[in-house]
Nanobody, 123 residues
Framework: QVQLVESGGGLVQAGGSLRLSCGAS????????MGWFRQAPGNEREFVAAISWTGGATIYGDSVQGRFTISRDNAKNTVYLQMNSLKPEDTAVYYCAAGAGGVNYYSSRYDYWGQGIQVTVSS
């Protein structure tokens, strides 16, 4: 089992920045690819970003490419999502997830999920 806890969400004005963190405990964090997803009310869960267990490979959703950066610190069992140039359409609950199968766009490929954290971007 891997337990994941997100932090760092909140309210920010459009154009601002936030950094989300996801702390992991349980089984070996460094052996899992990590992903961030988000879900706005009435919408399906959307892929945001993912990073390989080494940190050497990253992928991003089209809507956040160039504005968001995913990173990880295996010594701290933590994955980060730096979000810059935030837009009102980035408002959602953000979830981190761990997957044994490597970086992937599909939520079904991730085995463990955090409880989610709210990010609200005001215009």
């Amino acid at each position: 089992q891997v337990q994941l806890v997100e932090s760092g969400g909140g309210l920010v004005q459009a154009g601002g920045s936030l950094r989300l963190s996801c702390g992991a405990s349980g089984r070996t964090f460094s052996s899992y690819a990590m992903g961030w997803f988000r879900q706005a009310p009435g919408n399906e869960r959307e892929f945001v970003a993912a990073i390989s267990w080494t940190g050497g490979a990253t992928i991003y959703g089209d809507s956040v490419q160039g504005r968001f950066t995913i990173s990880r610190d295996n010594a701290k069992n933590t994955v980060y999502l730096q979000m810059n140039s935030l837009k009102p359409e980035d408002t959602a609950v953000y979830y981190c997830a761990a997957g044994a199968g490597g970086v992937n766009y599909y939520s079904s490929r991730y085995d463990y999920w955090g409880q989610g954290i709210q990010v609200t971007v005001s215009s």
